[in-house]
């Protein structure tokens, strides 16, 4: 599974839109862009997947780069509860499929 | 309704004995992960199973037993505890060959003293 880079760290206002990047350089053609974030304590959770085509959900938005090595994360109108790890993960679906996680991104939202 | 669980929630043992942690899910799902999270905050798989059969091991010591009864059911066997074990050990679980997500159980803190 490809390798990803996330910054260590971010801070957001309450209300503005959180821009988590992720860089993915050796994505393979069949390899998904996932997002999951662990608030405090708690499992990790599912936010959103794509391929190539940007994707929105009820949670966030992914935008993937035409070359498909690195993503964006949108949480559009973050809020306290937003505060968490935010991790970016690909890998593709097969017989021994598995998420690897990296360090994650600890995304702050301030009041 | 809880898709996947996990008891104990909190686990406090002595170093030398032997413990299980439960995990169920009511998804359907027909693979099954265990993941550990140390104190450094790293998540890392330790095992997964899919259809009850271990697919990967993540040279995870021999001290560690899954177990799988069903599809629905992984349990985590530990035995001869020792403090290094100490760590929130996850429990998760999705469908292998489509690319949906992973669902994870709320975890269980694991303390050997």
């Known amino acids: 599974d490809a390798k990803t880079t996330q910054p260590p760290s971010m801070d957001c206002a309450e209300g503005r839109a959180a821009n988590l990047p992720c860089n993915h350089s050796t994505i393979s053609g069949n390899e998904y862009v996932y997002w999951y974030r662990q608030i405090h304590s708690q499992g990790p959770q599912y936010i959103i997947h794509?391929?190539?085509n940007n994707e929105t959900n009820e949670m966030a938005s992914l935008i993937i780069t035409e070359d498909r090595k690195s993503s964006t994360l949108i949480l559009p109108h973050a809020t306290l509860r937003d505060t968490a790890v935010y991790y970016c993960?690909?890998?593709?679906?097969?017989?021994?499929?598995?998420?690897?996680f990296g360090s994650g991104t600890q995304l702050t939202v301030l009041p | 309704d809880t898709a996947v669980s996990q008891t104990p929630k909190y686990l406090v043992t002595q170093m030398g004995n032997d413990k299980s942690i439960k995990c169920e899910q009511n998804?359907?799902?027909?693979?099954m992960y265990w993941y550990k999270q140390d104190s450094k905050k790293f998540l890392k798989i330790m095992f997964s199973?899919?259809?009850?059969?271990?697919?990967i091991n993540e040279t995870v010591p021999n001290r560690f037993s899954p177990k799988s009864p069903d599809k629905a059911h992984l349990n985590l066997h530990i035995n001869s505890l020792e403090l290094g074990d100490s760590a929130v050990y996850f429990c998760a679980s999705n469908r292998m060959g489509g690319n949906t997500e992973a669902f994870f159980g709320q975890g269980t803190r694991l303390t050997v003293v």
């Open positions: 794509g391929l190539k």
């Open positions: 998804l359907g799902h027909d693979t």
């Open positions: 199973y899919n259809n009850k059969e271990l697919i």
């Open positions: 993960i690909v890998f593709s679906s097969g017989s021994a499929r598995q998420l690897t």
